[in-house]
């Protein structure tokens, strides 16, 4: 029988890789509540799956949420460009219509949005 003071950290470790390997809830947030975010404020320049492809054209083009570039940022990365916006692009801050909580659940959606695009058809 193992030890509890080794059974401990090891449970604890084997949680935390689960969590961080599933790649939801993104830093805390609510996938639900994100997906509502995204579908009232995001999804006119990012489009319905994330790819940028909404009917709302910028030059430099709108980033592509589900691509591997952007799923491959840290959570706090990601959550910065939305609260702060992008330095000569379209994008915006948010801090000013966001709170910290809802800038985490459109993360925490933004997430999903990358898991969509990585699902391969049977």
């Known amino acids: 029988m193992m ?4 059974t401990g ?8 890789i689960a969590a961080v390997g599933s790649g939801s ?25 994330g790819k940028g492809d909404a009917y709302m054209k910028f030059n430099p083009p709108v980033a ?8 491959s940022k840290l959570d706090e990365s990601l959550m910065k460009a939305i609260h702060d916006g992008r330095k000569d692009t379209a994008m915006g801050a948010w801090k000013f219509v966001l709170s910290e909580e809802e800038i ?3 993360t925490a959606y933004v997430r999903v949005l990358g898991s969509h695009a990585n699902r391969t058809l049977p």
């Open 9 to 16: 950290p090891v449970l604890l470790s084997m949680l935390l």
């Open 3 to 6: 030890n509890a003071r080794v």
């Open 104 to 106: 985490s659940d459109v």
């Open 64 to 71: 592509d949420l589900s691509s591997p570039a952007v799923q």
């Open 25 to 49: 809830y993104a830093a805390g947030g609510n996938v639900a509540k994100g997906k509502v975010l995204y579908t009232n404020l995001c999804i006119r320049c990012h489009g319905v799956d």
